[in-house]
């Protein structure tokens, strides 16, 4: 079988890597260079666009800030999922606000920002604190703004204003600053029959808006049921198919949606080690028309983000229940270069190894991980 | 790291799976073709074996039926692990015997076979019954012959002179039947500093000479003791560097090497879900000199082969637990095309599983299962 991606990145690697088991065999649409090329070695195919749909079985993506002409044409195949409107609910905070309102599912107040006009409602009608959200392009952390005093109002809508100026299409989503004790995901699949299969709510650190660790362990039954209840909620309502990834805030033991992804999810790169199918598989089981896997929780796991780094020392490498997965890229300042998995046969032996690693890593490109490392209890 | 590999098939490119989460590039050496390929994708690469040699870090085989100019050339590099005596070892049983009688580790007693002398004083030493084997090219069953009773000798010199004289490299391993209860095989790996780390002990069942099923269940420790011992033994004799299998005969509890392979094995693909690190990357660490990773058992483990199919039922997919090698390959009567993995929490729920997916297969293209999955208690 053969499955185009739309996007060329790490999640199409490791899509690639996983299907190749099932002989799935991927291609990549680069973006930016508008070639096609093997997701794995990153060579060029030498197939436009247009044939490299007509050549696929499957079309899907692994990341939503692609242009709205392609997604069309894609569309227009008949063969792409999860297809044109949950990508652009994942790249469109305006659209994602919609699509959460009308499945039924919590997420902060917000307001649509796209003049004085609008900023001034926002802030009377919502109150502050707030964080002002780019509707389009923004992801880990970047194009958001928050407002606290009354005072910075006027200096801010200056910043604003000058960043909607750039961009017609743009807008600004307001929401209330939510107050929460922990970023938690849930990753899950769902088929083309309404079947829906989903992991073990995962915990998320974040360093400066990019995600650090996320850790998944034996999990909190009431949290699991409200995830999975808006999961279902939200992935009917698109009549979805493929892996979906929705991040939520937990404030005193509820949750609301901070934002979903339409996508195989960096929180979910643990189930590689840690559950039966990893999400990698499960996108291209849903997608190819396949059984879905279990996602049972094989090993309490975690995963660390590697950062702008393009080594880690090597003697992570004899640490017992590690695994090491590099992207392939050049290291740029920041860049997801790689990321690893840690599993163990219990959750204190989980925190064991995680201090184990994290003895060996360099604090300076590794932060914050000993604070994580407390959660684990 | 960049690691030409001898061998074109489906080891290779299991290796290349398991080796781009460290970022080590595999190109393979397709001995047939005299190509150089990408192993996954099989497109030629373009450079001959002398540039790919020059190219690469570290050189290995998949298999150890290679030229011997090319085992020298690769051996000339100072590359290649584990390198020209091994192979060639694993290659010629006169060799492999050797091997053993130096290595001070037990196999069946034997004669070597190059005239019709020769084939009458190891019937008059050994006795009957007794078992020829080529001692080049012979895997998988072929080349073998065996002689219960002395009015068939005769005969059986007639059919094994042919085969001699159409190589003059050739010769016969006259072994002495082994009436064995059970064939294990043992996979572990050897680094540069002498470092080992073996996986359990996995029990073998042959269907018409080609590897069935493995499971590698909570081990028997003194049979694991033994083959650790003998492991270590052959490993050390041959300053080994890399994964390297060994097959057994047990014999009321006492093992007898059967044949080594100084590679990645088929009994040892049930790692690829069961153990820790799996074969594929832990022959990688061996060879690129990263640190071994751990060789424990996840969880107990079968394999069964998919032998001259190239479709089995979709439902199986939807079994906990289980994972679908297919290796790319077009079909052809009895050639290995894939394999399947199933694992579970104990030994209990293995066989419950065996028994589900057994049920969904059908008995013609794998037969004696049933039998098979009666071992698990």
């Known amino acids: 079988m053969k499955v185009l991606v739309l996007g060329a990145g790490q999640l199409a690697r490791m899509m690639s890597l996983a299907g190749a088991p099932l002989n799935i065999s991927i291609s990549a649409y680069d973006v930016n260079s508008d070639a096609i090329v093997h997701p794995l070695t990153q060579q060029q195919l030498g197939t436009g666009l247009t044939k490299a749909i007509a050549d696929a079985d499957v079309v899907t ?12 044409l894609c569309q227009a195949s008949g063969k792409f999922f999860p297809g044109e409107t949950a990508i652009k609910a994942g790249g469109d905070r305006r659209l994602e606000k919609q699509l959460l309102d009308s499945a039924g599912v919590r997420s902060a107040a917000y307001h649509i920002v796209n003049n004085e006009a609008d900023f001034k409602q926002a802030i009377q009608q919502l109150g502050l604190p707030l964080v002002f959200k ?27 204003a000058a960043f909607l100026a750039t961009d017609q299409q743009q807008a600004i989503v307001a929401e209330q600053f939510i107050p929460f004790q922990r970023e938690l995901s849930l990753i899950g699949a769902r088929n083309a029959k309404g079947q829906l299969q989903v992991y073990p709510v995962t915990e998320n650190h974040h360093v400066n808006g990019v995600l650090s660790v996320s850790l998944a362990v034996a999990g909190n039954e009431s949290l699991q049921q409200q995830a999975q ?7 009917n309502q698109l009549n979805y198919v493929g892996v979906l990834a929705i991040e939520f805030f937990e404030v005193d033991g509820q949750l609301l949606v901070n934002e979903i992804a339409p996508r195989v999810h960096n929180s979910g790169h643990w189930t590689q080690q840690g559950a039966d199918v990893c999400q990698f598989e499960q996108h291209l089981r849903a997608v190819c028309g396949l059984p879905l896997g279990s996602t049972a929780l094989v090993r309490p796991s975690l995963m660390v983000n590697i950062l702008g780094e393009d080594t880690v020392p090597q003697p992570i490498l004899a640490l017992p229940g590690l695994h090491l997965h590099w992207y392939g890229k050049t290291k740029r300042a920041g860049r997801k270069m790689g990321h690893i998995n840690v599993s163990a046969a219990d959750t204190a032996q989980l925190k064991q190894r995680f201090l184990q690693l994290i003895a060996l890593l360099p604090e300076s490109a590794f932060p914050e991980l000993t604070q994580m490392a407390q959660r684990l209890n």
Chains 1, 2 share one sequence.
Not at 61 to 72: K, R, T
Not at 147 to 158: D, N, R, T
Not at 229 to 235: K, R
């Open 134 to 160: 780019s509707a389009l392009a923004g992801y880990d952390g970047k194009g958001q703004w928050r407002l606290k005093q009354p005072e910075q109002a006027a200096a801010l809508w200056q910043d604003i």
């Open 61 to 72: 993506a692994e990341f939503e800030h692609i242009p709205l002409p392609v997604l069309a």
């Open 229 to 235: 209840q808006m999961f279902s909620a939200v992935a």
